[in-house]
């Protein structure tokens, strides 16, 4: 009797031993706190963005509030007069909750400075970026280990500087850096790339090089802080067949998009390409009609309403694709730095783009004007040491548009 008892005594002690450690692994797995920020996927293949166990639609504008009369290299984070707190006030009544930036300035007190008073104040969240070196001299070299090193230094040394800063939302890595590729735009190359002939080779060489040394820091920015995700900042979807194979470790695609009045197939060829959710982290439209040579906040604000409309078309839960999270308006305010005299707003466009169709009979076809992006003009008068800000219809128009989405989902 002993030994029979003792037969099935082994197997029952077992089978509760196995059963109270998967009790406790699912209590563990139930107690542990989520991410602040997370994204979660649905049975439906539809993403959303969660901030504190909320759904959170990003809308964004990218910041760069430089006076006029100063260049790109203004240290505008230690600017006395604080600008991002007029811009903050003004943002928050729009319905704006968070902003871009490209990459911290050089003093980290400053940049937590301007992340707290935004999000304490306003409630503006940030996201925050490295441009990757993709703008040092001489080019970026991502073949090349010493440049790799000292880039992922400075990335893992912004990470661990401001992981823990309330009001933080996500990170970027780059911006348009894959349009070194092919090299036309800051060509950079490598021994390996050198020694191959074929041209689509050595493009794709510079894909799977690059887009693996993001996978390796967005693997190790997860390891410094699981509380927000990381993206790839990349223009439009080119080579992103490339990053699926190369750069698993990122959590969304930032596309900078510009193609006028709609998307077109950028939601539904990512979940084809790349099945990552969609930021789209840059886009928008200028103010100025290239062709009839005058202001036209008309044809701003069209482009800007559309190009919203079809992003809350394809957010999670609608009936579009389901993999957008939101928009960042490129820019707030206009940037008159650009060319030439920073004391001057420059009419003269930089480039052409046919999808912004009211004034591409401009001479050249020339009608995308980088000096008047904002929603948000700017004006010579100063109020309180800033150049005064007076918000175009765009601003308006978009204030109206979010209210009345809000006041639909209730």
Not at 122 to 149: C, M, N, Q, S, V
Request: hydrophobic share 35%.
């Amino acid at each position: 009797m002993f030994l029979l008892n003792s037969r099935y005594s082994i197997p029952k002690l077992s089978l509760t031993i196995c059963f109270l450690t998967l009790v406790t692994l699912l209590l563990g797995m139930a107690l542990r706190p989520k991410p602040k920020v997370y994204i979660k996927k649905y049975r439906n293949s539809h993403y959303q963005l969660f901030v504190e166990n909320k759904p959170f639609i990003v809308k964004g504008v990218c910041y760069s509030p430089i006076p006029i009369g100063q260049n790109y290299d203004y240290d505008w984070w230690t600017d006395p007069n604080r600008p991002w707190i007029v811009d903050g006030k003004l943002m928050k009544e729009a319905g704006i909750n968070c902003v871009r930036f490209y990459q911290t300035g050089e003093d980290p007190e400053a940049v937590k400075r301007v992340i707290s008073d935004l999000y304490n104040l306003y409630g503006i969240r940030t996201i925050l970026g490295h441009w990757l070196g993709f703008w040092e001299y001489p080019y970026p070299a991502y073949g090349d280990k010493d440049f790799r090193e000292k880039i992922k230094k400075e990335v893992l040394d912004m990470v661990r500087e401001f992981k823990d800063q309330e009001g933080l939302l996500l990170w970027i890595l780059g911006n348009e850096n894959n349009y070194s590729f092919s090299g036309q735009v800051n060509p950079w190359t490598s021994e390996e790339i050198e020694k191959e002939s074929d041209l689509n080779k050595k493009i794709n060489l510079r894909a799977k090089i690059y887009y693996s040394f993001v996978n390796e820091l967005a693997g190790e920015i997860h390891r410094l802080d699981p509380n927000h995700p990381v993206a790839l900042g990349n223009g439009e979807l080119r080579w992103l067949d490339f990053a699926k194979e190369f750069c698993p470790n990122i959590d969304l695609v930032a596309c900078i998009v510009y193609r006028g009045k709609t998307f077109g197939n950028l939601f539904g060829t990512l979940k084809k390409t790349f099945d990552k959710p969609l930021l789209i982290s840059e886009f928008g439209a200028d103010a100025y009609d290239a062709y009839k040579t005058r202001e036209d906040e008309d044809m701003q604000s069209f482009f800007l309403e559309s190009q919203w409309k079809e992003i809350y078309k394809n957010l999670a839960k609608d009936r579009g694709e389901g993999n957008c999270l939101g928009g960042i308006i490129f820019e707030w305010t206009d940037e008159w730095w650009k060319h030439r005299d920073p004391y001057i707003h420059n009419i003269e466009a930089g480039w052409s783009n046919g999808s912004y169709y009211f004034d591409i009979k401009a001479p050249g076809n020339l009608n995308m004007n980088e000096e008047w992006f904002g929603i948000v003009a700017i004006s010579e008068e100063t109020e309180a040491g800033i150049n005064k800000r007076i918000p175009r219809k765009s601003y308006y128009v978009l204030r109206e548009f979010w209210k009345d989405f809000v006041s639909k989902r209730r």
